[in-house]
């Protein structure tokens, strides 16, 4: 290319769009984070903390699941810390690409999440790693927030939670959280060996417990494992999908 | 009040978690054993997590609308519907088999 990219417009840039995209898509379901957490027996300023200073969408889920099933605050707030370690990784690999300095790294640290990182790492173009990067974040951020407040109004207007199938919600959220880590046989396997610990935990030990039991086992699963490393560390989104499939069913 | 305490220092930690990332020496990263255990633990926890709403009341293990709900995202998710779709899916089950009388 003979144009400097930095002088690119913004409109013309694949990361901007993309970028903006799962912004919407992702801000979206703050609506259903939003419902979910008023259901499970938090008021509105507490759902919007979460989703203000929080703001990682596993970490919030398993916050609000944890109590709604009815595990003490300590145990949702251990779930939710262990649950955004990955966030911890994705602030390496942020950091070694883009090098924010000064302020700039303290609010980059905020919008550091499964969906700007995938956006981020998906461009081999430091600029366009750098939009997409930033696009997905704050843009993320404005409309998580937003939908997160209507959904937490709409959820108290709307009675018994149980009658609209609110727990049923949570349930398909976890399971879609994680279905695009189960990619392979070794995510699978850990899957189900904490599943099963989880539900041989359950009986003997308060609630909210059972999930803590399951990341130990988790953890010792990864120590002693030397498989792919990057396993369940690949962003949970994929925004790049359908250029992927067009890439590798052109070739076949 | 005390549910306040605990969402504050989850914030605080999901935040310092975020912010350590960009303080630690890049060479963390070629540390396989520790990018693959936070790997896993993500997996585990997620695993966990839906189990728990699925199955889980209280102490004990009941199956009533909630694995109609499993079943349903399952489906949805393996159609590859899009989050929000496999969120109402998840919903609508449970609703449903409720006014059947089920759970």
Redesign the interface.
């Known amino acids: 290319m003979s144009t400097s990219s930095a002088s690119m417009k913004l409109r013309e840039s694949p990361a901007f769009k993309i970028a903006l995209s799962l912004s919407i ?2 801000g ?2 703050g ?2 984070f939003g419902a979910l957490a008023v259901a499970s027996g ?1 008021d509105f300023w ?1 759902t919007m ?2 989703s203000l ?4 969408g ?2 919030q ?3 609000i ?6 595990g003490s ?2 145990a ?2 251990t ?18 690409m883009l090098r ?1 300095g000064g302020w700039k ?2 609010v ?3 919008v ?1 999440i499964d969906e700007s990182t995938a956006t981020a790492s998906g461009q081999s173009d430091p600029d366009e790693q750098r939009r997409g990067f930033w696009t997905a974040g704050i843009g993320i951020f404005i409309l998580w927030n937003i939908f997160t407040a209507i959904g937490a109004l709409a959820g108290d207007a709307m009675g018994d939670p ?18 695009p ?2 990619k392979g046989r070794e ?1 699978w396997a ?6 099963l ?3 041989l935990a ?6 909210g417990v ?2 803590l ?3 130990v ?3 010792v ?3 002693f ?3 792919r ?5 690949e962003p949970d989104v994929d925004p790049y999908a359908e250029k992927h499939q067009r890439e590798h069913g052109g070739k076949k | 009040m005390n549910l306040w305490l605990w969402i504050l220092i989850a914030c605080a930690l999901a935040y310092l978690t975020k912010l350590v990332g960009y303080f630690v020496p890049a060479k963390l990263l070629e540390n396989p054993r520790i990018m693959h255990i936070a790997g896993t633990m993500t997996i585990g926890l997620l695993a966990s997590l839906t189990v728990v709403n699925a199955v889980a009341s209280g102490q004990g293990l009941v199956l009533d609308a909630r694995i109609g709900a499993l079943v349903a995202a399952a489906v949805a998710l393996w159609l590859r519907a899009p989050f929000l779709v496999v969120v109402i899916s998840g919903a609508a089950a449970a609703a449903l088999l409720r006014v059947l009388g089920w759970g």
């Open positions: 898509a992702t979206l379901y609506v259903s938090f507490q903390v979460l200073l929080l703001f990682s596993g970490s889920f398993a916050f699941g944890v109590v709604a099933g009815g605050g300590v949702a707030m779930a939710s810390a262990l649950l955004g370690l990955r966030n911890g990784i994705y602030g390496m690999q942020i950091n070694a924010p790294r303290y980059s640290a905020h550091t149980k009658q609209w199938g609110l727990d049923g919600a949570a349930v398909a959220a976890f399971l879609a959280l994680l279905w880590r189960l995510p850990i899957a189900a060996a904490c599943a610990a989880t539900i359950v009986p003997f030990v308060p609630s059972p999930i039991v399951a990341a086992v988790a953890g699963i990864g120590w494992s030397h498989a490393m990057d396993e369940g560390l």
